[in-house]
T-cell receptor, first 114, second 115 residues
């Protein structure tokens, strides 16, 4: 069965510092992986997705993630945090049913300090 | 509208009452999903509709929960005899394509508070 683990429910960085949000997955089939962001009182918005093409995936707002099969990881990074990056971030893996259903991690709240 | 629309945005109800939450997906999107977001719990899958196929109800937590999708468009999630543990944000998402590579577009959610 598919599952996702996000390490760290809260991450705090200073403005301008590197952002690293960790995600490990378990999948019985080659996975499709996603990162979504949720700003306060808003729905989820897709940041980026891995669908078996390039292992380094670039997304919106300067974020990128690298698929590492050997480590079953899909960590999200951004070289320099901005105050506007403060939000909750969710990693997700596609369900094996090929329906587009996603299995989400618990989420990581990113705090950016001035 | 341009995005997924959900109503009401906030609902406060008393324990034991029934509630209905509505989702209007993006026009032309054939797939529709309901998720529940509880504090500190992440997103929990509830139900999935695809076209005229039978829905995938595998995520519904109890028989108090039901959903329907009329005319392949608007969906209603109904919770009967609400309990305090039903308090959560209920998110609806739609997708244009089937399969695992499509993007889910989420609404802003309906926040349910059961007193």
């Amino acid at each position: 069965a598919q599952s996702v683990t996000q390490l760290g429910s809260h991450v705090s960085v200073s403005e301008g510092a590197l952002v690293l949000l960790r995600c490990n997955y378990s999948s019985s089939v080659p996975p499709y992986l996603f990162w979504y962001v949720q700003y306060p009182n808003q729905g989820l918005q897709l940041l980026l997705k891995y669908t078996s093409a390039a292992t380094l995936v670039k997304g919106i707002n300067g974020f990128e993630a690298e698929f590492k099969k050997s480590e079953t990881s899909f960590h999200l990074t951004k070289p320099s945090a901005h105050m506007s990056d403060a939000a909750e971030y969710f990693c997700a893996v596609s369900d094996s049913s090929n329906t587009g259903k996603l299995i989400f991690g618990q989420g990581t709240t990113l705090q950016v300090k001035p | 509208g341009a995005g997924v629309s959900q109503s009401p945005s906030n609902k406060v109800t008393e324990k034991g009452k029934d509630v209905e939450l509505r989702c209007d997906p993006i026009s032309g999107h054939t797939a529709l999903y309901w998720y529940r977001q509880s504090l500190g719990q992440g997103l929990e899958f509830l139900i999935y509709f695809q076209g005229n196929s039978a829905p995938d109800k595998s995520g519904l937590p109890s028989d108090r929960f039901s959903a329907e999708r009329t005319g392949g468009s608007v969906s209603t999630l109904t919770i009967q005899r609400t309990q305090q543990e039903d308090s959560a944000v209920y998110l609806c998402a739609s997708s244009l394509q089937t399969g695992n590579t499509g993007e889910l577009f989420f609404g802003e959610g309906s926040r349910l508070t059961v007193l």
